[in-house]
């Protein structure tokens, strides 16, 4: 072994790659080790060479579910991810950096930081004893205050972060963030492999803002939202257009057409079981599937042709429009 292989596998830090498994509606149960470099083994327990190939459930009763989330959105949706982690097993701290590899896979690298975590736990134990010495300066204590002041700025970043990315009224992805999404959707995709972009509205929506107000109006976007969240895969991507128009997308489906059969069933019992609940609307739907040569302005015009054609038959339907009819 030379070059970068040696200095993997040989580097202090741990590290490993995983194949994030799935079940049959998308969301994360598992994952597979495909390389662990030897500390990673070490951490795990085990000797060089017995870790790649093994699910993790094969070694341990019960998974993280905050890790695993973090290392599907890496491995779908390629998002990084730096989150601590506290194992009781062996007593020690993690800091863990979780990146995308290829299309379902991710690395991650662990950072030991018990050393750093009992010198936090001491300072605070110093400045429980400022405290009771009634203002007596202790080092401790400021780096305390130092460490806090940090971890609260990288919060507050991280949260910043995530609010640039979403609607504030529906807490979906804004459109910004949702055309990036699936932009980075169709670049990971392969040859012979289709997509379906949504491309959904209510119908009549101006009527309910005039007669009901916006107040309600909002109401119903919101309602809405809430029903594509249940709709869709927790893989899928799902955002607001602007507007009442939202776009659904969901990435490299084996059998496209009956995956929109299944998706607008749901979609059309759900508004069924809202206009129970007060909030009676019907949506038409504007569906292109199409391949990796399409780029994400070829899907929304494609969709955006298919809803129209939708609302020509009366509204409260969808039409479809595949690669090869567009042609």
Do not use: W
Not at 88 to 100: C, F, N, T
Not at 139 to 150: I, M
């Amino acid at each position: 072994m030379k070059g970068a292989d040696f200095y993997l596998a040989n580097m202090p830090i741990a590290f490993c790659a995983i194949k994030v498994l799935t079940d049959k509606e998308g969301n994360p149960v598992d994952y597979l080790f495909i390389y662990s470099n030897k500390a990673h083994t070490r951490l795990e327990g085990l000797n060089e060479g017995e870790l790649a190939g093994k699910r993790y459930l094969e070694l341990h009763e019960k998974i993280g579910k905050k890790f695993l989330q973090c290392c599907y959105e890496a491995a779908f949706h390629g998002k990084d991810h730096v989150i601590s982690d506290y194992n009781a097993e062996r007593e020690r701290h993690y800091l863990i950096y979780i990146y995308p590899l290829e299309k379902g896979s991710c690395a991650c690298m662990f950072q030991d930081m018990t050393a750093s975590q009992r010198l936090l736990q001491e300072c605070e134990h110093g400045e429980r004893q400022e405290a009771e010495q009634k203002g007596h300066y202790t080092k401790s204590a400021a780096l305390l205050r130092y460490l806090r002041k940090v971890d609260q700025l990288m919060r507050e970043q991280e949260e910043l972060r995530k609010e640039a990315m979403r609607d504030p009224l529906v807490d979906l992805y804004n459109v910004k963030s949702g055309k990036e999404l699936v932009t980075e959707a169709l670049e990971r995709m392969e040859e012979g492999d289709f997509s379906i972009m949504f491309l959904i509205d209510i119908d009549n929506f101006k009527r309910i803002n005039d007669t009901l107000g916006h107040q309600a109006g909002d109401e119903y976007l919101k309602h809405l939202a809430s029903i594509l969240k249940h709709v869709f895969r927790r893989s899928d991507i799902v955002y607001r257009m602007g507007g009442d128009e939202f776009i659904g997308f969901a990435e490299s489906v084996s059998m496209p057409e009956l995956a929109v059969e299944r998706i607008m069933r749901r979609l059309y019992e759900q508004l069924e079981q809202a206009g129970k609940e007060g909030f009676e609307m019907q949506c038409s739907a504007g569906i292109f599937i199409g391949s990796r040569r399409n780029s994400y302005s070829d899907f929304y015009a494609m969709a955006d042709r298919a809803l129209y054609a939708a609302k020509r038959t009366g509204k409260n339907k969808y039409h479809v429009i595949s690669e090869s009819s567009a042609d």
